[in-house]
């Protein structure tokens, strides 16, 4: 069964870097791309950016190009998203997921990450 | 901020036949890349509705199906079901951003 478990909320201050996980299972890691989506308290989704964890080939929306920095570590099953300077726009629900191979939509999504960030 | 866009909100009673549209442009849906869709449930995670425009994962209920046409997708839900209150997104890619795009999603209420 394919699942993708995501690290627990966070409650950070504005200038403070954070990284978030999303640990995979039940397929292999490395031949699916996954990928990031932001939505903002009662708005939509937002696609942020997707890696391929076979060669770290990453792409991201222009929207978040420069502000956060994406990434995969085939030796723990896990993908990352990374903030070095945490605004309060920041503050959002985080999903990872899955994309099925050589597509361009997310078949299997994470639990969501909750990020506050508030001074 | 969405190039997808969507109605805020439709409505029916159970039973009834709703549809939601997804306007694009000639740098999305108008491409050949497919349309695909999500439901997201209150207090839950999207969920994977419709893939390449028409096509059903397994499990998802024949209730639901979706077309692709021009610049605009859609999708339908007929014999409307309480438990298909949810928001609904669309999503493409979009060749002038060189990346995905979502709809601005639309929140559908079982009256």
């Known amino acids: 069964e394919v699942q993708l478990v995501q690290s627990g909320a966070e409650v950070k201050k504005p200038g403070e870097s954070l990284t978030i996980s999303c640990k995979a299972s039940g397929y292999h890691f490395g031949t699916y791309w996954i990928g990031w989506v932001r939505q903002l308290p009662g708005k939509g989704l937002e696609w942020v950016g997707i890696t391929n964890p076979s060669d770290s080939d990453t792409r991201y929306s222009p929207s978040f190009q420069g502000q956060v920095t994406i990434s995969a570590d085939r030796s723990s099953n896990t993908a990352f998203m990374q903030w070095d300077f945490l605004q309060a726009s920041d503050t959002a629900m985080y999903y990872c997921?899955?994309?099925?191979?050589?597509?361009?939509?997310?078949?299997?999504w994470g639990q969501g990450t909750l990020v506050t960030v508030s001074s | 901020q969405s190039v997808l866009t969507q109605p805020p909100s439709v409505s029916g009673a159970p039973g009834q036949r709703v549809t939601i549209s997804c306007t694009g442009t000639?740098?999305?849906?108008?491409?050949?890349?497919?349309v695909h869709w999500y439901q997201q449930l209150p207090g839950s995670a999207p969920k994977l509705l419709i893939y390449?425009?028409?096509n059903r994962p397994s499990g998802v209920p024949d209730r639901f199906s979706a077309s692709k046409s021009g610049t605009s997708a859609s999708l339908a839900i007929t014999g409307l079901r309480v438990e298909d209150e949810a928001d609904y997104f669309c999503?493409?890619?979009?060749?002038?951003?060189?990346?995905?795009?979502f709809g601005t999603g639309t929140k559908v209420t079982v009256l």
């Open positions: 000639s740098s999305n849906i108008g491409t050949t890349y497919d």
């Open positions: 390449g425009n028409t």
């Open positions: 997921a899955r994309l099925p191979y050589l597509r361009d939509f997310f078949d299997y």
């Open positions: 999503q493409c890619f979009d060749i002038s951003l060189t990346a995905s795009v």
